[in-house]
């Protein structure tokens, strides 16, 4: 079956250390995004890409960056790890479709929890 | 600024009894209102969604309503089962800008037996 994957699901890292959370997509869909998910703040948009090749910036994009070398992966980074990005983080894809209609569906990963001490 | 806002943030109650969570929103324009349901460790999952020219949606015991005059959503467990435990979060997509969904904060649904 088709699915979307994270890993890890768990890290702990330190604060300056760089880490790379990976997304992985089976569906073949052109779309996928970046979440952070924090107590009292709905889910947050980080980075999101329509294709190989294409990344855009989200609302909270500083101190992360994405990469899109192929349709299945896009690893997100973060170049220098502060504890303000402790945080649960969610990948997620949907096809290319028009808005409004059904086929906009994001399908989410499990998410990381990301802990910088 | 657009905003999503749900109420309760949290809610209690016995299995087999119903419950509405409320949605408010003021994004502007309007395309589609979705309720994901996240399970706790998990990533949200597509209940419903509803364009503008929709007022209810069904999925099992779950119901959404849509007034998009008052800009209002609800969704209605019918029965609830104590694997309904879970949040529940509204996203309203704007056609302004690509992309642009907003998220509620949620609604923590706990059934008990």
């Known amino acids: 079956d088709a699915e979307i994957t994270q890993s890890p699901r768990h890290k702990i890292t330190e604060t300056g250390r760089q880490v790379t959370l990976a997304c992985h997509q089976t569906w073949n869909h052109n779309n996928m995004f970046w979440y952070r998910q924090d107590l009292g703040h709905g889910l947050r948009l980080i980075h999101y890409s329509y294709g190989v090749q294409d990344t855009n910036k989200g609302e909270v994009s500083d101190g992360y960056s994405v990469s899109r070398s192929n349709t299945e992966d896009l690893p997100l980074t973060l170049e220098s790890a502060a504890s303000s990005q402790t945080s649960v983080y969610f990948c997620?894809?949907?096809?290319?479709?028009?808005?409004?209609?059904?086929?906009?569906?994001?399908?989410f990963g499990p998410g990381t929890r990301l802990t910088v001490l | 600024k657009n905003q999503v806002e749900q109420s309760p943030q949290s809610l209690i109650i016995l299995e087999g009894k119903n419950c509405t969570l409320q949605c408010n929103y003021t994004v502007s324009p309007f395309s589609n209102l979705r309720w994901y349901k996240q399970d706790t460790g998990r990533g949200p999952v597509s209940l419903t969604i509803m364009t503008f020219s929709e007022n209810t949606k069904s999925n099992g015991r779950y119901t959404a309503t849509l007034d998009a005059d008052t800009k209002q959503s609800s969704l209605h467990i019918t029965a609830s089962q104590l694997s309904d435990s879970a949040s529940y979060i509204c996203v309203v997509r704007s056609t302004s800008g690509t992309y642009k969904y907003i998220f509620g904060t949620g609604t923590r649904l706990k059934v008990l037996a």
């Open positions: 997620a894809s949907s096809p290319l479709a028009l808005a409004g209609t059904r086929t906009d569906t994001q399908y």
